[in-house]
């Protein structure tokens, strides 16, 4: 079993950044795949960046992509997303997941993906 808490969310000016984490504890060795989403209200929850940590690679939602990067401190288990030149369209509830696998493109409008575990979310407000 694993557990993730989120941190790190408030509100911030049009421009401004934000780095939220995600502290991770439980049998986390075996999930290979983390990933940040969000749900605003009225929209569904969508998957914003994600890190596969076999491959060494991470991907982004073309929305973010150059604004946000997410990274990972293994030694702490500790995912993060720094988020930069934020603005309103960021608004949501910011949820960080982990799972054993990661699809090859979650990005993908008809792709609905949902990990295992999730924590229980950060709200990040951009006005």
């Known amino acids: 079993h694993v557990q993730l808490v989120e941190s790190g969310g408030g509100s911030v000016q049009v421009g401004g950044s934000l780095t939220l984490s995600c502290t991770a504890s439980g049998n986390i060795g075996r999930m290979y795949c983390l990933a940040w989403f969000r749900q605003a209200p009225g929209k569904e929850r969508e998957v914003v960046a994600h890190?596969?940590?076999?491959?060494?690679?991470?991907d982004y939602r073309d929305s973010v992509k150059a604004r946000f990067v997410i990274s990972e401190d293994s030694a702490k288990n500790t995912l993060f997303l720094q988020m930069n030149n934020l603005k309103p369209e960021d608004t949501a509830m910011y949820y960080c997941?982990?799972?054993?696998?990661?699809?090859?493109?979650?990005?993908?409008?008809?792709?609905?993906?949902?990990?295992?575990?999730w924590g229980q979310g950060t709200q990040v407000t951009v006005s």
């Open positions: 890190l596969d940590r076999v491959g060494r690679m991470s």
């Open positions: 997941a982990a799972n054993s696998w990661c699809p090859n493109n979650p990005y993908v409008v008809s792709y609905r993906w949902n990990p295992t575990y």
